[in-house]
């Protein structure tokens, strides 16, 4: 099991310039969640998934589109780099939202770090 | 909307120091309250979680009591080492609906031997 897994691990974008991460998982979770990390902000949700072809917004959702075609993957796009989208980008997967399941846990992947110059 | 408030640091202790991370939460409804631990260059991993009050969540010798009352759910542990050195974050989910996670800032702690 790789758990949650995150592509890239690092890069850096100009100004303008477009990119996708991926995020993978391999325990079949119907929920799945991009924040991003900022120093002294904690993570904020961008965008998440409650199930294959689903997507919302988050609490920081400008700038970014998201698409989830297959259940174990969900990509964040940026079409428009930005400096302000500079941060650490990180995956997570539940199989359940409802804490009476028990299932409610959130696996985080690694970690994408992002500059835009 | 929710909001998680914790104790900013950096946090330093001595090795085997007894430790406490305050955290307090504003929600609607019942949340369940979480802690989260991110060493270097990793991602985030659960520590512990409550779903209820007066649950008490405990692993690795860290625990943390959902006190509905005071609206807090402070992390704890006796004898701290220095592999505990790490960022921990205090969460809380919406008590209903998909929508995430809402974080604290997170607390660096640095145990020093």
């Known amino acids: 099991n790789a758990g949650v897994t995150q592509t890239p691990k690092f890069r850096v974008l100009k100004t303008g310039q477009s990119m996708t991460l991926l995020c993978a998982q391999d325990?079949?979770?119907?929920?799945m969640y991009w924040y991003r990390q900022d120093p002294g902000m904690g993570l904020r949700l961008i965008h998440y998934s409650v199930g294959e072809g689903t997507t919302a917004k988050g609490e920081v959702p400008d700038g970014y589109n998201v698409s989830r075609l297959k259940k174990q993957n969900f990509l964040l796009g940026l079409e428009s780099a930005a400096p302000s989208q500079t941060s650490v980008y990180f995956c997570a997967s539940s199989y359940s939202k409802k804490a009476s399941s028990g299932r409610d846990t959130q696996y985080f992947g690694p970690g994408t770090r992002l500059t835009v110059l | 909307g929710n909001s998680v408030t914790q104790m900013e640091g950096p946090v330093t202790l001595s090795e085997e120091a007894f430790l406490t991370i305050n955290c307090t939460y504003t929600a609607t409804g019942y949340p369940s309250l979480f802690w989260y631990v991110q060493y270097p260059g990793e991602g985030l991993q659960l520590l512990l979680k409550a779903t209820k009050a007066d649950d008490k969540g405990s692993n690795k010798g860290f625990e943390a009591t959902y006190r509905k009352e005071t609206t807090s759910f402070h992390l704890e542990k006796g004898s701290v080492q220095v592999s505990d050195s790490a960022v921990y974050f205090c969460?809380?989910?919406?008590?209903?609906?998909?929508?995430?996670?809402?974080f604290g800032k997170g607390t660096h702690l640095i145990i020093q031997p």
């Open positions: 325990m079949n979770h119907e929920y």
């Open positions: 969460a809380s989910d919406s008590g209903g609906g998909a929508d995430g996670l809402t």
